[in-house]
């Protein structure tokens, strides 16, 4: 390779470790648009990603990829990275997968290199910003490269151009019960549901979660469930409320200010006020996640 494809490299994997809003974007685009690093590589010699968050790949999606690539051949190359066996993929599996379906030898690939820890996060980055990835493989893909990297939330928000309250709520999916975490992945419950069920007692998540699906609950109607201010449909299916018959409504003040400081803060907020008095409880999930908010105020 000569010093100026080195120079295009360095550029790509300096921008793809920032908090530009489209890392992923500017990479591939600085390395396929140089049709001088295009090789063609036998596909026997190419290998999944060992740090691929992606885990679900639809099988018909899969097929109408391959049926294009078959009707106009393959316009954008996969990016691989060598290794000592041959080489692995480090943007582009679902290209792969689709050749590999038309039974082709070889494959348009960009070789680049990248140490384990880039290699990763181009990955995931790639995922996030083409909406490849489901909540729960997020939260998983996460996971994986704090743990294996021993980074700080606050690093890898930066990495993966997010806001850190963000990788928080996402690493936070990670503590429901596998039926529910399943339930998110297939699409049969919404993000905005699971984020209410966090906030429920672990005893009565799954109670919860079966109510949202056999009553098709809104997430308001979860929200007021918790907080008192309904009950769960009666055997006639009429809602009902608590005590009196009419629900406990918080006052617009207080609901407004509880709504400013879960955004100020990224976290659930609780404001129980009486007279002129009252109390804030704010929520923390993880030891890393009370560090962030004692940080906010320390600002």
């Known amino acids: 390779m000569n010093g100026s494809g080195k120079k295009k490299l ?17 990479f591939e685009k600085s390395v396929v648009n140089d049709s001088s690093r295009i090789v063609d590589l036998a596909i026997d010699r190419i290998t999944a990603n060992p740090g691929q968050p992606r885990v679900h790949f639809d099988d018909k999606a899969l097929r109408g990829l391959a049926d294009s690539i078959s009707s106009v051949g393959l316009i954008e190359p996969i990016i691989v990275r060598k290794t000592e066996k041959g080489y692995f993929v480090v943007a582009g599996e679902r290209r792969l997968r689709a050749v590999k379906l038309l039974k082709q030898p070889t494959i348009k690939a960009v070789v680049i290199e990248a140490d384990e820890e880039k290699n990763y996060t181009i990955a995931l980055i790639e995922n996030i910003q083409r909406e490849d990835l489901d909540p729960i493989e997020e939260a998983k893909a996460y996971q994986v490269l704090i743990d294996k990297f021993k ?34 992945s297939e699409g049969q419950l919404s993000p905005g549901h699971a984020k ?8 009565k998540q799954l109670e919860l979660y079966a109510q949202i699906l056999e009553e098709g609950l809104s997430v308001r109607a979860l929200e007021m469930i918790l ?42 907020i609780e404001i129980k006020h009486s007279g002129n008095r009252g109390k804030i409880e704010i929520s923390y999930y993880s030891l890393d996640d009370f560090e962030r908010i004692v940080e906010m105020f320390n600002r």
């Open 227 to 268: 907080k008192g201010e309904r009950k769960p449909r009666s055997e006639d299916g009429e809602e009902t409320a608590k005590g009196t018959g009419s629900p406990r409504v918080k006052d617009a003040q207080v609901k407004k200010m509880e709504d400013r400081l879960r955004q100020l803060l990224g976290t659930k």
């Open 151 to 184: 980074l700080k939330q606050a690093d890898l928000a930066k990495k993966v151009g997010k806001e850190r309250a963000t990788i928080t709520n996402s690493l936070r999916l990670l503590n429901l019960p596998e039926e529910i975490q399943h339930s998110l």
């Open 196 to 203: 209410v069920l966090l906030s429920a007692p672990e005893d």
């Open 10 to 26: 360095g550029k790509g994997l300096g921008a793809i470790i920032s908090t530009n809003p489209a890392p992923a974007a500017n």
